[in-house]
């Protein structure tokens, strides 16, 4: 009997608590309903005017998508900026309403500025009247112009009022595809190079042949494309101009060949005092922009080579072939991922040893870097020491392999320091001697532990054997 009233009362709980949780469901439904000035999406905003007591800006979206400014001037607009302009009053939030008939807008100074949004398929644009801000909670008095209430609307959209015509620009008007550029020149005060790209790789053609850091050369080119304005100096630059801000011989010029579009730009950039002036071949503007962007124009040459003696990654390896003095070794990894020894009997190798090694190599990074013209003999790689082989596949191209080679030649003993060369570059690279340490001296030195004290036991019950 008392199991059954339990049963009873724990249905008619779940029942009650299903009509508690869609009563509370229904009215949080019907009070953001309320609470909303404008529910509409802000993609279907085609046009927005904003009207402030300094002036009007309008704004306008292309057939692209993108939002130009019309109205004081006319420029690409800061898609962030204009983009949230239309979302906040899209789906514009109140937060209690003043007065449902007011009899008199002045009192709450409606309209200081005004919001009017123009909507995909919808004839009549939406025009929202603000007034002034509330002394007590810092929000806003404002109504739509096709409804009499007046209400208060959240006090954080002040900042997006408070925006100027500048505010609302693209400010990086500079802007190119980074990926189109194969080839760079660069003027800067004493000094000036130039790099081509080959494949995904940058190599510099002066003032040496030598292979650059890729990370830096995209650094500069994403500096350049991302330069923005802190002001507007010119919209349409003339000689005049150019003189009195000393563009027209400047301090920096960079030439960025774009083969595939058929287009060469010349970005063109001089210090002033505190202030750096930029323009471009392409484009009427001068600005004013931060001088960070020097930092990457005014690096050595030898700053923007590659360290590496061979730019690849460790996982990727999946076959290596060492010969030092008369040790000649060649493992390669199986369909397990396992490393084995090139053998008929392809035995199972170290893969930790091996990893290591791999690493060691990987790492391999110049102290200094030795140009031509120079004589292998005297570094000794006309008989290098040692030769290192590694073949690599890449993640996303199994079927594509590269193979890395690097001879060693001459060692410091006493600097610790070696010269060694990457066999597909002309130059030479002087490094840490520390690494030679990884080499083996045996073939058993890549052999498993449990494979090397197998052979010592072996080893040893042969001499007992004998002895006895």
């Known amino acids: 009997m008392k199991f059954r009233t339990t049963l009873i009362l724990f249905a008619v709980f779940l029942f009650l608590l299903v009509v508690v949780f869609l009563l509370d469901y229904m009215t949080k439904d019907k009070s953001d309903e309320e609470e909303k000035l404008v529910g509409l999406s802000s993609d279907d905003v085609q046009k927005i005017t904003f009207k402030k007591e300094d002036g009007i800006i309008t704004f306008l979206k292309d057939e692209e998508g993108e939002w130009l400014i019309t109205v004081p001037i006319e420029a690409k607009a800061d898609k962030y900026e204009v983009n949230r302009l239309a979302e906040d009053f899209s789906e514009l939030r109140l937060e209690r309403v003043v007065e449902e008939e007011p009899e008199d807008l002045s009192k709450y100074n409606i309209p200081q500025q005004e919001i009017t949004l123009w909507y995909k398929d919808k004839s009549e644009p939406l025009k929202i009247l603000i007034g002034m801000e509330n002394p007590l909670d810092s929000t806003f008095f404002a109504k739509r112009e096709d409804e009499s209430r007046i209400v208060l609307i959240p006090g954080h959209l002040k900042s997006l009022m408070e925006k100027k015509v500048f505010d609302f620009r693209q400010k990086d008007v500079f802007r190119f595809v980074r990926d189109e550029v194969r080839n760079i020149k660069l003027r800067a005060k004493q000094k000036s190079w130039e790099v081509t790209k080959k494949e995904d790789e940058w190599h510099f053609e002066k003032p040496i042949k030598a292979l650059a850091e890729k990370s830096k050369i995209d650094d500069i080119l994403d500096s350049l494309s991302n330069l923005k304005a802190k002001e507007f100096i010119s919209e349409e630059k003339s000689e005049e101009e150019l003189k ?14 774009m083969p595939l579009a058929n287009q060469e730009v010349s970005f063109i950039l ?9 323009t471009t071949s392409l484009s009427s503007k001068i600005i004013s922009a931060e001088d960070t962007i020097l930092s990457n124009l005014e690096k050595e040459t030898d700053e923007l080579r590659e360290k590496e003696v061979a730019d690849f990654y460790s996982w990727e390896a999946h076959r290596v072939y060492l010969k030092k003095e008369r040790l000649e070794l060649g493992v390669l990894k199986d369909e397990e991922d396992k490393w084995r020894f090139e053998t008929p009997e392809k035995e199972a190798a170290d893969g930790e040893k091996i990893t290591k090694f791999i690493r060691k190599m990987e790492s391999l990074e110049a102290e200094e870097f030795i140009d031509p013209p120079l004589n292998l003999k005297d570094f000794g790689l ?9 073949w690599t596949k890449e993640d996303d191209d199994p079927e594509k392999t590269k193979e890395i080679a690097i001879l060693v030649g001459s060692e410091d003993k006493e600097a610790k320091k070696v010269v060694v060369k990457n066999a597909k570059l002309d130059y030479l690279f002087q490094v840490n001697s520390e690494f030679l340490e990884e080499f ?22 042969k001499k007992q054997e004998e002895k006895e």
Do not use: F, M, T
């Open 440 to 461: 083996p001296k045996d073939p058993k030195d890549w052999q498993p532990a449990e494979k090397s004290e197998e052979k010592k036991e072996n080893k040893g019950n």
């Open 270 to 278: 001089q210090k002033n005092e505190d202030k750096i002036y930029a």
């Open 244 to 257: 009195e801000y000393k563009l027209d011989e400047p301090e920096y010029e960079i030439i960025l060949g």
């Open 382 to 390: 006309d008989n290098p020491q040692a030769e290192i082989k590694i």
